[in-house]
């Protein structure tokens, strides 16, 4: 079956600082990949998606790219700030007739002034 | 914009007892609705998806008996957890997709069932 793997449970940075949030994904069908951030008290959001391989999907600073290759839809932001400390979580939905929305583990962020 | 609500926000309920919690959808119509069961360590669980005009598919740990679910419309649906217990407890979690952006759910911010 789908699955996702994010590696790091938690990442603490100070404000400024460069983020990298691990994600890899396997599966045998053809993928839209997603990245969703949760707030303390909050449901879900989503922050981007990449319908394509090969594709960036960018959005409030954030950027992933679907690299079909590694298998990989690693979040990156140039410079984190206090207000981006939550959980990010790496999602997975097979384009096919099988719907089923498969979540990473999540990575929270933390994020010092 | 695509909304979904869910309430109760918390609720808390005696063991053995049966709590039902809601989820709606505003500013679209919802095709699919799945339900998670998120745990304090941030774990998402699928319990069901639920697809309008089609039947209620279960995962495994996770039975129509245990959790009934509705979806009588394209803005509506809801859950019951029956005779609930402490390995019950967690958030709730509502995430609806739509015609238009059939990969991307939208989710409440959960009920949160609490077992005493």
């Known amino acids: 079956g789908d699955s996702v793997t994010q590696k790091q449970g938690q990442v603490t940075l100070s404000e400024d600082d460069f983020l990298f949030i691990n994600c890899t994904y396997s599966t045998t069908t053809y993928p839209t990949l997603l990245w969703y951030v949760q707030y303390p008290g909050q449901g879900p959001q989503l922050l981007l998606k990449?319908?394509?391989?090969?594709n960036k999907g960018i959005s409030r600073g954030f950027e992933a790219t679907y690299d079909k290759g590694t298998t990989s839809f690693h979040l990156q932001k140039a410079s984190v700030q206090e207000s981006d400390s939550a959980v990010y979580f790496c999602?997975?939905?097979?384009?096919?007739?099988?719907?089923?929305?498969?979540f990473g583990k999540g990575t929270s962020l933390v994020v010092h002034p | 914009g695509a909304l979904v609500y869910q309430y109760p926000r918390r609720t808390i309920c005696k063991s053995g007892t049966s709590m039902r919690m809601e989820c709606q959808a505003v500013g679209f119509q919802a095709t699919s609705v799945a339900w998670y069961r998120q745990s304090p360590q941030k774990t998402f669980e699928l319990i069901a998806l639920?697809?309008?005009?089609?039947?209620?598919?279960?995962e495994q740990n996770f039975t129509q008996e245990k959790f009934p679910i509705s979806h009588p419309n394209l803005s509506f649906s809801s859950m019951t957890v029956l005779n609930a217990y402490l390995e019950d407890r967690g958030l709730y979690l509502c995430g609806a997709r739509d015609w238009e952006s059939q990969n991307t759910l939208y989710f409440g911010a959960g009920t949160r069932l609490s077992v005493l």
């Open positions: 999602a997975l939905v097979d384009k096919g007739g099988n719907y089923k929305p498969t």
């Open positions: 990449v319908t394509t391989a090969n």
């Open positions: 639920s697809t309008v005009n089609s039947a209620i598919k279960y």
